[in-house]
């Protein structure tokens, strides 16, 4: 790998510690923020709904600016957009303003929502380039901020450390990484409009588009997406408290599960390239769905909380691979791979917005244990669909010298 590729792949791994770690120590400061704005359980929803309109807008935008533009300044915007978001929740709370928390969470999730689009193109042409499997792993450092953020916002809750000056600081360590890691991202990747060289490009471009939604290995491999998303997502929202409700764990231990689960989800993906190279994408997301079924298959029928917080282990490291998987095969699949990625990560993305609130209805008419029987039934789906993804090492690319240039503008 030359000095170049190597400074891009480290950028883009903290392009993605950058949202773990921003998300992780919002969500550990919600009671405070709750307690800040005096809302109730039914206002806090409503100020949640922020972030789902800004994630949704993100999403819907996010490949039709990485096609205008490329996937760097939508990479740099989406990140300025969480530091922005950080400072405004903050101040927001401290005001003790739902409506600013809320503004604050809808750029927040517009951030997020746009800017891990283009960096999971730009993972996967870094792929392509060097042959080598790098999106697992990119998805671990996410899961490895969630990790650190959580440690730290646990760390401010208990010594009584303010919202605003936790969050500020976080934005100030976010702004600082984002300066170090733009500049090793390099122009015009997944750009198809706006430039003379691309015209022909971006017209075939336009043709192909609406037969994607017809391409049948690009669904199925959507398919994937949705389901090991939906399992991310449901242990995400729904995990502390199905152990609470359902298992009858104390909070504090419902807690340490999910971390438990977070750490899964970290091991599985920095060593899931491992796996990917010596066994191939199909066997290595038959096994992931296989595993994160028997895991939620254990957490709804186990009459022992010990067995059911066990079983947890089982679905982090299930859920770890699926979504990245899928993405990596999702731009191997046929030509305009930023269209085929885009498209394939919000399915995905869908999948965590609207499936934790769709649990929650379940969980209010037949409990949170058995509305996991959803999650689970789309996760058995997933190890019939693995074949989509293509059971083959990855090889090298070896492109023309003009196609390795980036495109800049004119």
């Given at each position: ?61 996010s ?35 739902s409506?600013?928390?809320a ?28 042959g ?39 934005a ?12 090793a ?83 599985g ?43 947890v ?74 074949p ?21 503008d004119?």
């Amino acid at each position: 790998m030359d000095p170049a590729t190597r400074r891009r792949r480290t950028a883009l791994f903290l392009f993605f510690l950058i949202p773990g770690l921003s998300m992780s120590s919002w969500v550990t400061r919600t009671p405070d923020v709750r307690d800040l704005l005096g809302a109730s359980t039914a206002q806090m929803g409503l100020v949640l709904f922020g972030l789902s309109v800004g994630s949704m807008l993100g999403i819907l935008c996010s490949g039709a600016l990485v096609a205008r533009f490329g996937t760097r300044p939508v990479m740099g915007v989406g990140t300025l957009l969480v530091v922005l978001a950080l400072a405004v929740v903050g101040g927001g709370a401290v005001l003790s303003s739902s409506p600013v928390v809320a503004a604050g969470l809808l750029l927040f999730g517009a951030g997020m929502g746009g800017g891990e689009i283009a960096i999971n193109v730009d993972g996967a042409e870094v792929e392509r380039i060097t042959g080598r499997t790098v999106l697992p792993t990119l998805h671990g450092f996410f899961s490895l901020g969630t990790v650190v953020g959580a440690a730290l916002g646990i760390l401010c809750t208990a010594v009584g450390f303010p919202v605003l000056w936790h969050l500020a600081a976080m934005a100030a360590v976010t702004l600082a990484l984002l300066a170090h890691a733009i500049r090793a991202i390099p122009a015009g990747v997944g750009r198809t409009r706006g430039t003379k060289e691309h015209r022909e490009a971006d017209a075939e471009a336009r043709q192909s588009r609406p037969a994607l939604r017809k391409d049948r290995t690009l669904l199925l491999i959507g398919g994937i997406v949705l389901a090991m998303a939906l399992a991310e997502g449901a242990a995400n929202d729904w995990l502390p408290l199905l152990m609470v409700d359902g298992h009858g764990m104390d909070p504090a231990l419902g807690s340490a599960v999910f971390a438990g689960f977070a750490a899964a989800m970290t091991i599985g993906r920095f060593t899931g390239g491992l796996f990917i190279d010596r066994f191939g994408r199909t066997a290595v997301v038959r096994a992931s769905a296989i595993s994160a079924a028997l895991g939620l298959a254990l957490v709804v029928f186990a009459g022992s909380p010990v067995l059911a917080g066990a079983a947890v282990l089982f679905w982090g490291l299930g859920a770890s691979l699926g979504f990245p998987l899928a993405l990596s095969a999702a731009g191997d699949s046929g030509p305009d791979p930023a269209a085929r990625v885009s498209l394939v990560a919000m399915i995905g993305y869908v999948a965590f917005l609207v499936g934790p609130p769709g649990l929650g209805f379940l969980g209010d008419h037949y409990g949170l244990r058995y509305a996991m029987l959803a999650v689970l039934a789309f996760v058995a789906v997933a190890v019939f669909l693995a074949p989509a993804v293509g059971g083959t090492r990855r090889t090298a690319v070896t492109r023309p010298a003009a196609e390795q240039q980036p495109v800049r503008d004119r």
